[in-house]
C-alpha cells in the first residue's frame, strides 16, 4: 500500500502497530521521495533512495499512479527497505536537482 503526499521534511523508517482483540501486527512503514523531471515529450520520475526504481507518465497524477505500482513492484520481495532520506539530505548530497524537478513527493510504502 502507498499514500502520496507532499514531503519536505526529513521521514524515517519505523514499525507501525496495530492492535485489536489481542493481535498486535507490526509493519515496516517508510516515505521515499520521488523526484518527477520535464523528459520532453512525457515526465520521468525516480525515487533516489530505490535504485531502479523508474516510470514516466504524460501529468504528475499519472506518474504518481504509476510510481506506487513501480515501488511496490520494486520492493515486495526485498528482505529489507532501503534506508530513506530526507530531501535536505539529497540536496546537500547533490543528488536532487531542485531547479530541474518538475514536482517532489513522495510515496509512502508499507509492508
Not at 48 to 70: K, L, N, Q
Not at 79 to 89: C, D, F, S, T
Amino acid at each position: 500500500m502507498c499514500v502520496y503526499g507532499v514531503l519536505y521534511l526529513r521521514s524515517s523508517c519505523k514499525l507501525r502497530h496495530w492492535q485489536r482483540g489481542g493481535l498486535v501486527v507490526e509493519f515496516p512503514v517508510a516515505r521515499y521521495l520521488l523526484i518527477i523531471e520535464n523528459a520532453g515529450d512525457n515526465l520521468s520520475a525516480y525515487f533516489p533512495d530505490v535504485p531502479g526504481c523508474v516510470t514516466v507518465g504524460d501529468t504528475v497524477e499519472e506518474v504518481r499512479r504509476h510510481a506506487h505500482e513501480a515501488l511496490t513492484g520494486h520492493l515486495e520481495d526485498e528482505p529489507e527497505l532501503p534506508n530513506e532520506r530526507g530531501l535536505r539530505e539529497l540536496l546537500e548530497a547533490g543528488e536532487v536537482d531542485e531547479a530541474g524537478a518538475e514536482a517532489i513527493t513522495w510515496v509512502q510504502y508499507v509492508r
